[in-house]
């Protein structure tokens, strides 16, 4: 046993993955610091990583309307992503054809786009409109070279993607077999519940390592072992992307036995309706996300309905049946998942390079990491929350602005992850530090990242680990 940075934990060196638990290690790798820390590797990702791979600009309910736009920057790139037609989107570099100012800035409703410097104009759809003084150009300039530069854009899931690189694999392509698996969760009818972003002290990746494993779960969020957070996930990988989920061998979804803290007893002998009605709830607090109303009025409901000692499986199926009947009177169908599938979906994907999606059966938890400019010190971090909604009820949203990692607007769940990661970015500067060392079982996406990144970047992938070192 060894110590942990939280009083009353025990850590699991000795503890066993639950039986019929298929791992699926890597081989043991060093990870370089380089990909983390050095401005040059930083300008380098701007044209053999960002140039050429597919990215969600935004969700396809930020421009609702023909004309509606969005600013997507990344790095010193920046796009306008604009509806054109009620089932039409398309996307263009925002540059001047005159002399490169920028057209567009943040988002809005175009009738035309116009720059500011010197008064060019274009329709929605790139097309050019007005050149100042065109005569004086004696016919070199036409409306055909000066139309805005086309970017390619397409949609799953509800987001707009983007890719700079013509030559790209189509989107559905690029995101297989994340699309065919999240496919069922009907993600495309979910609204945004609610958005926030900061500026992060630490490089784009440490950011989203912070959320691609689960591995710091018991850690990190001490509070989540006393609903039965594992203290071991699984890993997939399939060529790009990864994702995880818990370790549970008494089922997908349903309480685990083994806690992480030896003091708390198993969910699942206590009541298991007060257990169900309390994790929702204390997750809800902690996360603001990863259930929602409906579930916590259902769990209220079966505490009321169903006598103290009800089995875990019969409050799980009225739980369900409650809940479904909840959303259903708001117009909702709960889709339908193939059980076989589901212990395969697990509940954190990442999507190379920099989105991650926690997703259920009605919501899901996201994250998205780009880098601040050129600094590999320095990141913007989005975390927003999207939800099925009746015809109607979805809130009106904006992307909040809340810079203060420790403002009470992020939940605690987030605060403390943002507690670690400035403290890696400094930490993997240290004359002491060899290189990242990820869990071959439990951080099987942190390695699959880099791998990844290694073969876009154009340098090794990552070393095996050696014993003496
Ligand atoms: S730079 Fe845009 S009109 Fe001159
Ligand atoms: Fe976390």
Redesign the pocket.
């Known amino acids: 046993m060894m110590e942990a940075g939280h009083a009353g934990q025990i850590a699991f060196e000795d503890a066993e993955v639950p039986t019929g638990i298929d791992m699926r290690p890597v081989a043991p790798a060093l990870i370089p610091i380089e990909a983390y820390t050095s401005p040059e590797y930083a300008a380098r990702e701007s044209e053999h990583l960002w140039g050429k791979v597919w990215q969600q600009a935004c969700r396809e309910e930020e421009i609702p309307n023909v004309g509606d736009y969005v600013t997507y920057d990344i790095v010193d790139e920046s796009i306008i992503v604009v509806r054109t037609a009620p089932d039409e989107v398309q996307a263009f570099y925002n540059v001047?054809?005159?002399?490169?100012?920028q057209?567009t800035k943040g988002c809005g409703n175009a009738k035309q786009f116009i720059?500011?410097?010197?008064?060019?104009r274009w329709k929605i759809t790139g097309e050019t409109a007005f050149i100042?003084d065109r005569k004086g150009y004696d016919g070199y300039l036409t409306n055909e070279n000066t139309s805005l530069e086309p970017v390619k854009v397409e949609s799953w899931g509800g987001w707009i993607w983007v890719n700079m690189d013509p030559d790209s694999e189509p989107l559905r392509d690029y995101l297989e077999p994340v699309a065919t698996l999240l496919d069922p969760y009907q993600l495309e009818k979910m609204r945004y519940r609610w958005r926030q972003w900061l500026v992060f002290p630490c490089n784009w990746k440490t950011a989203l390592e912070a959320f691609n494993e689960s591995h710091h779960a018991a850690i990190s969020h001490p509070q989540l072992c006393e609903w039965g957070t594992t203290p071991f996930y699984w890993c997939r990988t399939a060529g790009k992307h990864a994702w995880h989920g818990p370790a549970i061998s008494n089922g997908p979804g349903k309480p685990g036995t083994q806690t992480c803290d030896s003091s708390i007893q198993p969910p699942d002998v206590r009541d298991p309706r007060v257990t169900l009605s309390e994790s929702l709830n204390a997750i809800m607090e902690g996360v603001n996300s990863c259930t929602t109303d409906t579930m916590l009025a259902a769990a209220a409901r079966v505490v009321e309905e169903l006598p103290p000692g009800t089995p875990a499986d019969v409050v799980a199926e009225r739980f369900n049946q409650v809940a479904q009947e909840i959303d259903a009177e708001r117009g909702i169908t709960w889709p339908e998942l193939d059980p076989d599938l589901l212990p395969e979906t697990g509940h954190d994907w990442h999507v190379f390079p920099n989105a991650v999606i926690l997703q259920g059966i009605t919501y899901a938890l996201c994250y998205r990491a780009r880098p601040n400019g050129a600094d590999p010190n320095s990141c913007i971090f989005e975390t927003y929350v999207i939800e099925r909604y009746g015809e109607g009820e979805a809130p009106s949203t904006e992307w909040v602005n809340v810079p203060d990692p420790t403002d009470p607007r992020w939940p605690e769940v987030l605060q403390q992850d943002f507690g670690n990661m400035p403290y890696v970015q400094r930490g993997m500067k240290s004359r002491g530090f060899k290189g990242a060392r990820p869990n071959p079982r439990q951080e099987v996406p942190v390695y699959n990242f880099h791998k990844t990144l290694a073969e876009y970047m154009g340098t090794g992938a990552p070393q095996p680990l050696r014993k003496e070192a």
């Open positions: 001047c054809q005159h002399r490169g100012r057209i720059c500011r410097f010197h008064g060019w100042n």
